[in-house]
């Protein structure tokens, strides 16, 4: 592993003995006081970070990792952005907080400059603490405006972890959550790979998962359903990228049906997908709603957000929207948003993103495919890629199971740890999504060290 063992001082100005002194005494006061999400507290040792810097961070121990998983893939303007980092503390100088029913500054520019990069007609904000409760609110809107109660989802999907959240997400986290009467039917969404419709091409693909959605809207009754709510490009549940045609037919059945389509960018947004939004991909396509969080500002404060079209918000016009957040378009996140927005412009951010995708990080996933026979497929687009791990490649067996994880995948991951990669990592997949900032020589090695640690996946394969 690359350690800071060669320098004197982190980027935040600690000594190498200093951060560690310091990461002891957080691990130490972690483990007695602080309860972690998704675990079970008694079996976790997490790593203490202590200092970050555009693609890189320095755990407890003074080891460097080049951060492959954008922190929950959010970081998309990397670590410790200086634009951003003098904008919060200009901010914190002028005005720290005020209540949402006044107007200012830094939430005004904020909502300006996000409606000038959404699609269509998407230009008025709602604001949020997080993608969880931005699509809360989004769903509340969608119910409020058509007078229906149903929301459909798809299977292999996260949508966050509050109540109504929770219950839309389509992976395994919404089990112990699940809760009848939160109005949501699941149906399976386009995956060649491990397609349900016995598919072959993606197109065949994209015919069968329309016509499946179709006749589950018929059997669940038109008239009962208020939305449609799809992430653009499925991000924790496995970075599926929608074959052509599958989106716009999905536009086309919420205009047939007088259903609201939502868009759910809060993973794929803000240039992850080497556009602003990944629904941009699909040309022509305008949800009515979009969801949002993560990228807006690279999570520096948090901050979300729902983007609303004309039609929507005229609802509101003369009606009270019955919901609120007390941090709604909190002054520090939202003057955090302005300089990540404005540094993504003026740096050609979501570019790289798109370069770095089509020219180091595709071609060189698709020659370590060839290599491993423990890949069974890669997949992605800009900085938003999936290594998908099997143990052997003509079932497609996956090298961890559905919702677990295994020895396999643990060790693998380990390697990538040893090395100095940080990796994002879900069941049976490893994730590659670096930072938006990533240039081609950092996203080459990390590349190159994930190649390796697949030697480990590989004594796991059995290539038939």
Not at 100 to 123: F, Y
Not at 222 to 238: F, K, N
Not at 330 to 342: E, G, K, Q, S
Request: glycine letters at 10%; proline letters at 6%.
């Amino acid at each position: 592993m690359t350690t800071s063992n060669a320098i004197d001082t982190l980027p935040n100005g600690l000594s190498v003995s200093d951060a560690k002194a310091e990461a002891a005494l957080a691990y130490e006061l972690d483990r007695k006081h602080v309860f972690h999400s998704w675990s079970a507290q008694a079996q976790i040792t997490p790593m203490v970070v202590t200092a970050a810097e555009g693609s890189y961070l320095w755990d407890g121990d003074g080891n460097r990792l080049l951060d492959f998983s954008s922190q929950l893939v959010n970081t998309n303007i990397g670590h410790q952005h200086p634009k951003v980092v003098a904008a919060i503390a200009e901010q914190a100088a002028k005005l720290c907080t005020i209540a949402p029913q006044h107007a200012n500054a830094a939430r005004s520019e904020a909502a300006r400059l996000i409606a000038g990069v959404t699609p269509g007609d998407l230009n008025k904000v709602f604001f949020t603490n997080g993608g969880a409760d931005a699509v809360e609110h989004a769903v509340r809107m969608a119910r409020l405006h058509t007078g229906r109660r149903k929301v459909l989802t798809r299977y292999r999907s996260y949508h966050g972890g509050t109540d109504t959240a929770v219950n839309m997400t389509g992976d395994p986290r919404r089990w112990p959550n699940d809760n009848p009467g939160a109005g949501v039917v699941h149906f399976f969404g386009p995956f060649l790979y491990r397609t349900a419709f016995h598919a072959t091409t993606e197109q065949e693909e994209c015919e069968r998962a329309l016509e499946h959605l179709e006749r589950t809207i018929a059997f669940e009754g038109p008239d009962t359903i208020a939305a449609i709510v799809l992430e653009s490009i499925p991000g924790t549940a496995g970075i599926m990228v929608p074959p052509p045609g599958y989106l716009a037919g999905v536009r086309e059945l919420c205009d047939k049906y007088g259903i609201v389509y939502i868009a759910d960018e809060v993973m794929a947004g803000f240039g992850r997908s080497g556009k602003w939004f990944a629904v941009q991909h699909a040309d022509g396509v305008v949800p009515d709603l979009m969801t949002f969080a993560k990228g807006v500002n690279s999570g520096y404060v948090p901050l979300g957000g729902v983007a609303i079209n004309e039609k929507i918000a005229a609802t509101f016009d003369d009606r009270a929207y019955p919901g609120g957040l007390t941090y709604s378009g909190h002054p520090l996140a939202t003057a955090a948003a302005v300089a990540t927005i404005n540094a993504m412009i003026e740096e050609k951010i979501v570019e790289n993103a798109a370069t770095v995708g089509e020219e180091v990080i595709g071609p060189e996933l698709r020659r370590i495919a060839e290599k491993h026979p423990s890949v069974g497929e890669v997949r992605g687009t800009g900085v938003f890629w999936a290594v998908e791990l099997v143990r052997d490649r003509a079932t497609r067996e996956p090298l961890a199971p559905y919702g677990g994880s295994s020895p396999a995948m643990n060790e693998t991951v380990a390697a990538c740890k040893a090395n100095g990669l940080l990796p994002f990592v879900n069941f049976n997949r490893i994730h590659v999504v670096p930072p938006c900032t990533v240039s081609a020589d950092e996203a080459r090695e990390g590349l190159a060290i994930l190649d390796r640690a697949l030697d480990v996946a590989d004594r796991h394969a059995a290539e038939k």
